[in-house]
């Protein structure tokens, strides 16, 4: 039983720390520039294929955002744009680059 609570104990501390960083990118404001400079490093790092950087571009940049929630220049609006264009991904590359770059936004915050 002890095992159970350190794993409950661990999967909450997870939690806690996954939506307190969720919470800063809400608002961590990006200028411009750097919001190109991300969308350059996820690119140049090859975390995503380079055929994407035009449409998470206009993603991001887009005067209407489809979500409201995105509509702010922030981390969390860009990673979304990200995260959204790389659902056209296959699951076998998707699932790893998603995981890269909310570690790349993750470095962000921290």
Do not use: C
Not at 67 to 96: C, Q, V
């Amino acid at each position: 039983m002890p095992e159970l609570f350190r794993a409950m104990d661990k999967y909450e501390q997870h939690y806690r720390n996954l939506k307190n960083e969720v919470d800063m990118l809400k608002t961590y404001e990006l200028t411009e520039q750097s919001a190109k400079i991300i969308l350059h490093d996820v690119f140049a790092q090859q975390i995503m294929p380079v055929r994407f950087l035009p449409e998470v571009s206009s993603e991001y940049f887009a005067q209407e955002q489809r979500h409201e929630e995105f509509a702010p220049r922030t981390a969390w609006s860009l990673l979304n744009a990200f995260t959204e264009k790389a659902k056209a991904m296959p699951l076998t590359t998707r699932i790893k680059a998603t995981q890269l770059v909310g570690k790349l936004f993750g470095n962000l915050v921290k």
